[in-house]
């Protein structure tokens, strides 16, 4: 499924590299914990978090996951969204929280299992 789908459907904000929409989302993972994302996350993956610094740029970028999804409405750092600019990873907020928010690309289709 391509980023572009997921944004539509799920009404997401985009705040940061629109033009990666076609990134093909391979799976998803969920953690506010960058040790743990680096270590569990897999390439392609979707990233759900709360966390808005730039440290989450970085880590998106060493993994090469399809994009981030920052919940609860939490707005990213000015930082973060220029790291995201320059690195090229779609950066997209939700007003939902994580439980929710996950659930909904459950039923979309995206899985943390593969």
């Known amino acids: 499924m391509k980023l572009r789908d997921i944004v539509d459907k799920l009404e ?20 506010d914990l960058l040790s743990d994302v680096m270590a569990n996350s897999r ?4 990233w759900v ?3 808005v610094h730039p440290n989450i740029i ?21 930082q973060t969204m220029e790291k995201a600019r320059q690195e090229g990873v779609p ?3 939700s007003e939902l929280q994580a439980f929710e928010l996950i ?11 593969r």
Do not use: C, F, W
Request: hydrophobic share 45%.
């Open 12 to 31: 997401l904000k985009v705040a940061a590299a629109p033009e990666k929409l076609d990134n093909e989302v391979a799976g998803g993972y969920a953690s």
């Open 43 to 46: 390439e392609g993956d979707l």
């Open 49 to 51: 978090t709360l966390q």
């Open 58 to 78: 970085a880590v998106a970028t060493l993994k090469d996951l399809a994009g981030i999804i920052i919940v609860q409405g939490r707005n990213p750092e000015e």
């Open 103 to 113: 659930g909904r690309l459950h039923g979309l289709g995206v899985s943390g299992m």
């Open 91 to 93: 950066l997209m907020v």
